[in-house]
Nanobody
Framework: QVQLVEFGGGLVQPGGSLRLSCAASGFTVSSYAMGWFRQAPGKEREFVAR??????YYADSVKGRFTISRDNAKNTVYLQMNSLKAEDTGVYYCGADRGYGIQESQYDYWGQGTQVTVSS
């Protein structure tokens, strides 16, 4: 049974850090493009970062602040978020794509999401 479970969200002050985890079961993350997306209140879900066999890719809004990584032994993908801003608030989703992970609509599996709130 394929499953993605995100955790690590929470409330953090501006300038703070969080690390999100996405634990996979039923498939191997190293064989998929793995992506993080987020959805702010009243907005559409947007791309944040992805990791593939060709490298890592980031949205301009998070470049230099967020880092995506993968631990194949734990079958888990991470998103380290530093220098957080209020505009980073939203529900963060982990997804898996058999392809290159470019098109959100082509992702095969999704987690349930974890809430990140950046506020003082």
């Amino acid at each position: 049974q394929v499953q993605l479970v995100e955790f690590g969200g929470g409330l953090v002050q501006p300038g703070g850090s969080l690390r999100l985890s996405c634990a996979a079961s039923g498939f191997t993350v190293s064989s998929y493009a793995m992506g993080w997306f987020r959805q702010a209140p009243g907005k559409e879900r947007e791309f944040v970062a992805r990791i593939t066999w060709t490298g890592t890719y980031y949205a301009d809004s998070v470049k230099g602040r967020f880092t995506i990584s993968r631990d194949n032994a734990k079958n888990t993908v991470y998103l380290q978020m530093n220098s957080l801003k209020a505009e980073d608030t939203g529900v963060y989703y982990c997804g898996a794509d058999r392809g290159y992970g470019i098109q959100e609509s082509q992702y095969d599996y999704w987690g349930q999401g974890t809430q990140v709130t950046v506020s003082s």
